[in-house]
């Protein structure tokens, strides 16, 4: 049975659309009340999972307009970074799964392919729209399909390398390409750089607005005589434009630059994104919209509401948390610097992360000592580079995840030089419900390999406190890695007895009978929770680089057999070095390696992607058991489980 084509009468349009199709044959008019409906149904929805809401909020509008006006899935919609892509999910066949958004099984908080056939790219790092639908718009020339491929991407996104890497690409290919540019002023926190000033002058210089009205109603008509008379007023518009010096960007790129527009009226978009869509070659239409919109707290604190848990819709905006609630490595990263006011030589970089990175605070304090660079982590880490080789003590407070982006300016400016850059790094570990694009698995593995820098991966805040201090009175890159989640203040113990010594958190009674399990990080509380009734010696190995070979070697020697406990990709990681090195110095033990195995871990709570890796409580449980069970058959010491 076809579905019924919604008319005005209909009081829940959004009810009847189940994909893209069904919007298409709504008349022009409905839309504004579909929009309502698709934003009203987004805050509910939302409000019970958690998830990013401002950037959803703010792009209802482009997003009904987008599908309306193209073929989806045939034309290809790529959405940076993907978080502002609920309403294209509800508008493509998963409303009903929006309420295990970002949950186990449930849809991803991000584009996936392999989620449904109108995610083009998948995404979660920002900034790769234009290349790929730079691609796409490549692949279906040389293929001879007719589709078009058109990138959303934001003002924050567009600050990154890579973002005008494909407009320099796309400028020369003069390929068919639509860049819509979803200008909010906002990266997550308030926007930075040049550009954004550049982007401003071009919402609020006059002329450009009287140009741009003319432009619209060019681009407004049909027919041969409306393009005839777009092609002239169009040129002799651009022309005004180069002799009032008020050319965009874009167009000395190569692209046709259109609007700004206003992301929210949608007689507008659609009419727009119809002539735009006629058109060829690379083209960028400048859509301004608020982030927020129609959610009054969200519009008021766009920065609070980029990403949430769950909230009361009916209550804006949200109360404050009650009760002491459990300090977060980030926080307890931000107090240490809160402590460091009197190291005037200390400076702190972010791409893009101030909040999430815990230095708001910081920055508020001294503005001049901290940079806020944009969606650039390359850029962060040489600029950190030069700050050094001046005598200054640059930190990168950066995400595992969006550390990978500049694994060699790590390697190429900072180690090689032997530059003393302290690296904060947050989220490093599974992160839960941003999933597989966020999870931070491979810094162990890259940062080893590297000379000179030095790895710090504290297991409590004290040892936190510990790094950092000495990764600021070091001559030497140190990097710390620390997870998303609490932090537990000391996890006590004997204290290490050099600076890069290892701790034995828990000995057992009889080593020779007993396992000896080496953990990194998280994992140290984790595997002293696990092995709390069994005959286990509990080390905390503090530096992951250097390793202290001189209080480990003699353990492996004396224990029964030993067993690494890491929160980092297996291959590559700690474990693999620490047993090849074990073995070239002759300390042939039984031994078993727990990290995340060789697989991307899917969207869940922490904990349950922990347990897919076999990292959490209960599996180290049962590792350590099977593992006491071969190499000590006679104790049985698995009676008691925690
Ligand atoms: C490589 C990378 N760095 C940082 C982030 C974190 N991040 C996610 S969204 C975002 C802001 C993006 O701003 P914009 O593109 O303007 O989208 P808006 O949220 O304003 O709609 C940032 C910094 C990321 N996803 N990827
Ligand atoms: C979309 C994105 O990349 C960020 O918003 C990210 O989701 C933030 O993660 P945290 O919530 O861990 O800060
Ligand atoms: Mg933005």
């Not at 005005?8 to 022009?28: C, G, V």
């Not at 691609?135 to 600050?159: C, K, N, P, W, Y």
């Not at 450009?208 to 432009?215: P, T, V």
């Not at 407004?220 to 050319?247: I, S, W, Y």
């Amino acid at each position: 049975m076809s579905p019924r084509i919604p008319d005005s009468t209909d009081a829940d349009l959004l009810s009847l659309i189940e994909l893209p199709a069904d919007l298409r044959r709504l008349p022009k008019r409905q839309l504004a009340q579909l929009a309502n409906e698709l934003r009203t149904q987004l805050i509910e929805s939302v409000a019970k999972t958690g998830g990013h809401l401002a950037a959803n909020l703010g792009v209802i509008e482009l997003t009904i307009a987008l599908h309306y006006v193209f073929d989806t899935p045939n034309d290809r919609l790529i959405w940076d970074v993907g978080h502002q892509a609920y309403g294209h999910k509800m508008l493509t066949g998963r409303r009903a799964a929006m309420t295990r958004l970002r949950m186990r099984d449930g849809p991803s908080g991000f584009t996936r392919r392999s989620e449904s056939a109108f995610d083009a790219f998948g995404a979660g790092h920002s900034s790769t729209s234009i290349s790929a639908a730079l691609g796409m718009a490549v692949a279906a020339g040389l293929q001879h399909e007719s589709r078009r491929s058109v990138a959303i991407i934001g003002d924050g996104a567009l600050t990154a390398g890579q973002a005008f890497e494909a407009l320099n690409h796309a400028g020369e290919l003069q390929s068919d390409l639509l860049v819509v540019l979803n200008d909010n002023e906002m990266s997550i926190s308030r926007n930075v750089g040049a550009l954004t000033e550049h982007l401003t002058r071009l919402r609020s210089n006059p002329m450009i607005n009287k140009l741009r009205q003319g432009g619209h109603t060019l681009l407004a008509h049909g027919g041969p005589l409306g393009e005839l008379l777009n092609t002239t007023r169009v040129g002799l518009r651009d022309g005004v434009k180069h002799l009032l010096g008020v050319t965009s960007l874009f167009e000395e790129l190569g692209f046709q630059y259109f609007g700004p527009i206003d992301g929210h009226d949608l007689g507008t978009l659609v009419d727009t994104l119809q002539n735009l869509r006629e058109q060829t070659g690379p083209r960028l239409l400048h859509v301004v919209t608020q982030k927020g919109r129609g959610f009054n707290a969200a519009e008021r604190d766009p920065v609070r509401y980029h990403g949430v848990g769950r909230f009361d819709p009916k209550i804006e905006p949200q109360p404050a948390a009650s009760g002491p609630s459990a300090k977060t490595w980030t926080n307890a990263f931000s107090q240490w610097l809160a402590d460091q006011d009197d190291n005037e030589k200390l400076v702190v970089i972010t791409p893009a992360m101030i909040e999430g990175s815990g230095l708001a605070e910081f920055g508020r304090r001294h503005p001049d000592r901290c940079f806020d660079v944009g969606i650039a982590e390359q850029h962060a880490v040489t600029f950190a580079g030069g700050l050094a080789a001046e005598g200054l003590r640059p930190l990168v407070a950066i995400y595992s995840t969006f550390l990978q982006r500049a694994w060699d300016q790590v390697i190429h400016d900072i180690a090689l030089q032997n530059l003393p850059v302290l690296f904060a790094v947050d989220r490093a570990g599974l992160v839960g419900p941003d999933g597989a694009t966020h999870a931070g698995s491979f810094d162990l593995a890259f940062g080893q390999a590297i000379p000179n820098l030095m790895l710090a991966v504290p297991a409590d805040e004290r040892e936190l406190r510990t790094a950092l201090d000495l990764g600021t009175e070091l001559d030497a890159p140190v990097l710390v890695r620390y997870p998303r989640g609490d932090c537990p203040a000391d996890l006590g113990g004997e204290p290490p007895t050099t600076p890069f010594g290892l701790r034995v958190r828990r000995a057992a009674e009889t080593p020779a009978d007993s396992l000896l399990v080496v953990a990194l990080g998280t994992k140290v509380a984790t595997a002293l929770n696990a092995s709390e009734n069994l005959p286990v010696t509990m080390v905390d190995l503090r530096w992951a680089k250097p390793i202290d070979w001189a209080a480990l070697a003699p353990l492996i020697e004396n224990h029964a057999g030993w067993m690494i406990v890491e929160e980092g990709s297996k291959l590559g990681g700690i474990g693999a070095t620490l047993i090849a090195t074990a073995t070239e110095r002759g300390l042939f033990k039984p031994v078993m390696h727990l990290a995340l195995p060789d697989v991307f871990i899917e969207h869940g709570t922490r904990n349950e992607c922990l347990a897919d890796g076999g990292l959490d409580v209960g599996s180290l449980n049962s590792r350590m058991c099977d593992f006491l069970r071969r190499i000590l058959p006679a104790r049985q010491p698995c009676n008691a489980t925690p």
